[in-house]
């Protein structure tokens, strides 16, 4: 049977199962009737999979787990089998906790709590599993998703990833797990981001020949921290090692660990594990360059090599950042000039006939930015040098970035005064595009990456930093150095980045070919409207909306996606929307102006504890002069303290003038059952609000609970609804919403 109670912004295909420990045995999994256990749950989505699966539809059955606890004792059969596309979901304090047999490819039977299958996903909740050799997760095959959950306790493996399968794992926390906290064997890849490990066995153990990513991963506190033995491969950047009883990093066998490169520092911190935070017993010697660790605490064959990244400003790794909302991006160009013929690969140049980037070079060419060689050719696969592309800069952004930021510095060491593009490379340098090598040089014949290319006209043209969830675009996104990840994105997001032939694979680290800098340079004009739009298959499209990685299936996403697009909201840097997390009282003023671009109705009122460079400082001082928001007694506004959910209303009604549309009617009020609750002050304003159906309530659509702190997703559904009262964005349907009919959920 399928739910009568899907959430009309779920399509019918993806049917949303209600599962409650405290619930009768005989329910049908409704928000009313919730199933009784996650056991029942699953053979219900693993019938609606299949009727999806005939259809050639793609599953996408979501079970959402209410808090309590959910074992044996209370029903469960272990293991609980997630199928594949399916999504569990805690909300609240969820323990899952128990274990069953399960027969396993390579390890025959294991005793596993929870399997998770092939683009399943499992958030927000807890696993234990107390029986003698006992796994929490077992993931085995796919790319499912593991977000925010904790795995504590279990007598083996908090998380086991075995045969082939590619998981993502972040923001998990594993603690008191007996032998490991994650455990990758055999050919797990996969990306392991901003996890938690602490007092395990080993935080994370890794065999034979798992090569996933580990990236900014805290491991404190363990026996040992990482163990990499046999053929394991993993890449590790930024994460945090430390105080582990007996050894930070044991390396063995045959294993081949990435902790850095002379273009990707490593960035990882190794300290305080005692005895010791590295110790090698590898047949092939560790290479490190540019990570915190000791050569005195280290033992065994390792390289300490240094990072020959140039002295650029330091961009912080993708989601290693203390949350803040991003900048909006930039508004897009205008249309492509219909003048130009994509489909055109002419050129005057006997080798670029035919050739990709021939347009580009051609519209150059013209301009008399770039040109051929004297035999007729353009030679458009031949690297370029850094002293080249210092000097293509010149000719096409002469007076583009402010001068002379640098013009103390001392010259090259190796570019003298006769070197034939000394005068670009300097002029270059004093406007920011380009700069040296912690030794002095600028090395002016190398060649020229296409990660440098980019940072260069980033940072030249201040172009700023980008939403780091348009990296998701590239299946090689891993290999961008963590310094360079704000500039590649800030590049995506403005449609510079052009790759051939896959526009997927940035291969950050290969020099650029001249044919590449042509089309990269073309689209930086572009984008500056100095020259027209060029259609081209191989221009990196970032138009989709940002995968946030925790907000698929939440019930405020259709509400965070248009707001998204229309660039009056946007995400955190580790590419998630966190719509659980409280919005502040700065972070509500800044999102009242983007969307309602409001005027004064009253003078400015200086605030003690706004400064004037506070990040936030002019959107509430305007959100207070429009009359949304304001201070307290003391002259303070408190930026940063949370928002409750009655506090955003007032906001909107009064900042709106929504008196005006609707009357005061008390009687409404008495659709929450915790009517009680609401201040005598504030229940003039709440009936208007519940009258104009810019209420919000979830999961029980009559219970308000106006004193709860207001998460960043109902926030951002209170805002788009009340953006439709004044017609300026289109209704969206909700099950959530306190309707005109009172509380009734709207039919979908």
């Not at 033992?299 to 090599?305: E, N, P, S, T």
């Not at 990685?549 to 697009?565: G, I, K, N, S």
């Amino acid at each position: 049977m399928v739910p009568t109670n899907i959430p009309a912004n779920i399509p019918a295909g993806n049917p949303v199962l209600q599962v409650n420990p405290a619930s009768d045995l005989e329910g049908t999994g409704t928000v009313q009737f919730p199933f009784k256990t996650i056991t029942q749950a699953l053979k219900q989505a693993l019938k609606q999979a299949l009727k999806q699966a005939l259809r050639q539809a793609q599953p996408g059955v979501i079970i959402q787990l209410a808090a309590g606890t959910y074992q044996t004792e209370t029903g469960e059969q272990f293991p609980l089998d997630i199928p594949s596309g399916v999504s569990v979901v805690g909300q609240g304090q969820v323990l899952i906790k128990g274990g069953g047999s399960l027969a396993t490819a390579d390890f025959g039977a294991q005793n596993v709590a929870v399997v998770l299958r092939d683009r399943a996903q499992l958030k927000g909740v807890t696993i234990t599993n107390p029986v003698n050799q006992g796994t929490g997760l077992w993931v085995e095959a796919g790319t499912p998703l593991i977000i925010r959950n904790r795995f504590s306790q279990c007598r083996q493996n908090g998380v086991m990833v075995a045969g082939n399968a590619r998981p993502l794992l972040l923001e998990n926390e594993f603690v008191e797990n007996l032998a490991s906290g994650l455990y990758l064997v055999r050919y797990a890849k996969g990306e392991v981001r901003q996890n938690r490990f602490r007092r395990c066995g080993y935080g994370i153990a890794l065999s034979d020949r798992a090569a996933p990513l580990l990236w900014a991963n805290q491991v404190q506190q363990n026996r040992m921290g990482i163990v990499i033995s046999r053929q394991a491969s993993p890449v590790l950047r930024q994460n945090q090692v430390s105080e582990n009883r007996e050894l930070g990093l044991w390396v063995k066998d045959s294993a081949l660990i990435d902790l850095g490169q002379s273009q990707d520092p490593g960035e990882n911190r190794f300290q305080h594990n005692g005895p010791l935070d590295l110790r090698s017993e590898a047949a092939t010697p560790i290479v490190t360059v540019g990570n915190l660790l000791s050569p005195t605490r280290a033992r065994g064959r390792i390289a300490y090599l240094a990072s020959e990244v140039a002295d650029v400003s330091p961009t912080p790794l993708l989601g290693q950042v203390s949350p803040s909302p991003l900048p909006a991006p930039p508004r897009p160009v205008g249309p492509p000039d219909a003048g130009l013929d994509p489909g055109n690969l002419d050129s005057r140049f006997a080798d670029l006939v035919g050739h990709w980037a021939a347009p580009f070079v051609e519209v150059l060419t013209d301009r008399q930015l770039v040109r051929g060689f004297a035999d007729g050719s353009f030679r458009p696969d031949q690297t370029v040098t850094r002293a080249e592309y210092a000097a293509l800069m010149l000719a096409a952004f002469p007076q583009s970035a402010t001068p002379n930021r640098r013009s103390s510095a001392a010259p090259f060491a190796d570019v003298p005064p006769s070197f034939w593009a000394k005068a670009a490379i300097e002029r270059m340098r004093s406007q920011g595009f380009m700069s040296g090598f912690p030794d002095g040089t600028f090395r002016p014949n190398a060649p020229m990456t296409r990660v440098q290319a980019v940072v260069a006209l980033v940072q030249g043209l201040d172009l700023g930093e980008g939403r780091s969830d348009q990296l998701l675009v590239y299946r090689d996104r891993a290999q961008i150095p963590s310094y360079a990840v704000g500039a590649i994105a800030a590049a995506t997001q403005r449609r510079l980045v052009v790759t051939y032939p896959d526009p997927a694979q940035l291969r950050p680290m290969q020099p650029i070919t001249r044919a590449e800098t042509a089309a990269l340079i073309y689209q930086t004009l572009a984008a500056l409207e100095q020259l027209p739009q060029l259609p081209s298959p191989f221009i990196v499209q970032p138009d989709r909306p940002p995968g946030f990685t925790d907000l698929a299936r939440h019930w405020a996403e259709p509400f965070v996606q248009a707001l998204v697009q229309k660039d009056w909201l946007s995400g955190f840097k580790d590419g998630s929307f966190q719509p659980e997390t409280p919005i502040t009282r700065a972070q509500f003023a800044a999102l009242l102006v983007k969307t309602f671009e409001p005027e004064p109705q009253r003078p400015a009122s200086p605030f003690r504890d706004v400064s004037a460079d506070f990040w936030a400082a002019e959107p509430i001082q305007r959100a207070y002069q429009a009359g949304f928001m304001s201070g307290f007694p003391d002259l303070t506004f408190a930026p940063d303290h949370a928002l409750v959910k009655l506090q955003v209303l007032l906001a909107l009604v009064s900042g709106l003038k929504l008196a005006t549309l609707a009357p005061v009617n008390l009687a409404v009020l008495d659709v929450y059952r915790d009517r009680a609750q609401i201040p005598s002050y504030a229940r003039d304003a709440l009936s208007i609000a519940t009258q104009l159906g810019i209420v919000f309530n979830y999961p029980e659509v009559r219970e308000l609970d106006p004193s709860r702190v207001a998460a960043r997703g109902e926030t951002a559904a209170m805002v788009y609804q009340a953006l439709t009262l004044i017609n300026r964005m289109p209704a969206i349907a909700s099950p959530y919403r306190v309707s005109r009919a009172l509380a009734e959920p709207e039919p979908s």
